[in-house]
């Protein structure tokens, strides 16, 4: 069983910073992708950046130049920096991984419960 744990949510002003975590746990062999998704009320959701096992990164581009992914390949974890804060940034952002678990060496997609970013004066 594989679970990911999500961390750093919270409530921020416009212009300010905030750094989401990412653990993944369980029987896991190796990580493909990790990263992050979004959700905003009334949206659908949209992908945020992804790191992919040889650090190929992929940005939304509405946080290009403001968002910052990395990653542990070692502890399965995922990081996403966020400065420069803008209220359209407000949603509820979950983490995503494409892992090999040990069972079979299947690959499977993985998501967390999500954490919410709220970006308000």
């Known amino acids: 069983q594989v679970q990911l744990v999500e961390s750093g949510g919270g409530l921020v002003q416009p212009g300010g910073s905030l750094r989401l975590s990412c653990a993944a746990s369980g029987s896991i062999f190796s990580s493909n992708v990790m990263g992050w998704y979004r959700q905003a009320p009334g949206k659908e959701r949209e992908l945020v950046a992804v790191?992919?096992?040889?650090?190929?990164?992929n940005y939304a581009d509405s946080v290009k130049g403001r968002f910052t992914i990395s990653g542990d390949n070692a502890k399965n974890t995922v990081y996403l920096q966020m400065d420069s804060l803008k209220p359209e940034d407000t949603a509820v952002y979950c983490c995503?991984?494409?892992?090999?678990?040990?069972?079979?060496?299947?690959?499977?997609?993985?998501w967390g419960q999500g954490t919410q970013v709220t970006v308000s004066s």
């Open positions: 790191i992919a096992k040889n650090n190929s990164i």
């Open positions: 995503y991984a494409r892992l090999r678990t040990k069972i079979l060496g299947a690959i499977g997609d993985y």
